[in-house]
């Protein structure tokens, strides 16, 4: 971790007391500075490893799996592990998503931008339907899902998305 200088932390402490307004103490504007400088090499870190996949996308356009586990599907949130994760120009995602979009089921879009879709946990938390409503609506046809099926011919992920249900 990056050694912050006393000027600094001073620097850091009187900015604190400008913008809060009260006074801070010493070992308050340390811990704050320290946690700020962290937090940015935390951030940091995690652009330079995506540029290093952004470059390597130039010499594998069809994506690849990514090393290390923990990683979370851009679509269905799932956490992915090394083996069941794949990255392209549209993002992280796991492999059953990614072989919806490959079947185009779904777009690969709609792994970038989240303003396209409603998650079932959208639907509930913004409109309170709960997803025995949900499925029973998909059925009636009332509300049309794109439904991402596991291998196991199970359903793995619905997904709402705004163009398919307009008059909604």
Known sequence: MTK?????????????????????????????????????????????????WKRRLENEPKGFRLPGNGRNCAI?????????????????????????????????????TDENRYSPYDMQSRFGLKTPTLRSWV????????????DSGRPHYYLYLIKDNKDF
């Not at 794949?86 to 970038?112: E, F, M, N």
Request: aromatic share 8%; proline share 1%; hydrophobic share 35%.
């Open 4 to 52: 912050l200088s006393d000027k600094h932390i001073q620097e850091f402490k009187d900015l604190m007391e400008e913008k809060g307004e009260k006074e801070v103490s010493w070992d308050e504007a340390s811990d704050a500075g320290y946690r700020l400088v962290g937090l940015v090499e935390l951030l940091l870190k995690h652009q330079w490893e995506e540029d290093g």
């Open 76 to 112: 269905c949130g799932n956490s992915t592990t090394e083996e069941t994760n794949w990255y392209d120009k549209w993002g992280i995602k796991c492999l059953t998503c990614q072989k919806a979009i490959d079947k185009r089921k779904i777009p690969g879009s709609i792994a970038k």
């Open 139 to 150: 059925k009636k046809g009332i509300l049309n899902a794109r439904i991402i099926y596991a």
